[in-house]
């Protein structure tokens, strides 16, 4: 069973950083495409990086230059650096995963993936 739990949320300042993870168990993460997603309050659900099985990295604009996707396969954690970060940046936070290949463009949308985490509240205070 494909479980995933996210962690490392908290409240900061702006300009701070925060890491992000998400612990992936039931499956080996190498062979999955993973994504990180938001929620804002009374927003939709947004994409906001992933990263395909071969490794290559999608981000939505509003993050590019400040966040960062990678992933341990040793550790079968997916992890999400967080830099110079703003009160817009205030959401829960979700990781989500599907198996087999997903284009880049494709990364970004919620509809592709089957596996979600319950989230972690990320707080951007001015």
Known sequence: QVQLVESGGGSVQAGGSLTLSCAASG????TYSMGWFRQA?????????????????????????RF??????AKNTLYLQMNSLKP????MYYCAARGGFLASAAGLFTANY???????QVTVSS
């Open 27 to 30: 499956y080996i993460i190498r």
């Open 41 to 65: 309050a009374g927003k939709e659900r947004e994409g906001v990086a992933a990263i395909a099985i071969g490794d290559s990295t999608t981000y939505a604009t509003f993050v590019k230059g």
């Open 68 to 73: 960062t996707i990678s992933k341990d396969n």
């Open 88 to 91: 817009e940046d205030t959401a």
């Open 114 to 120: 089957a596996y979600w985490g319950q989230g972690t």
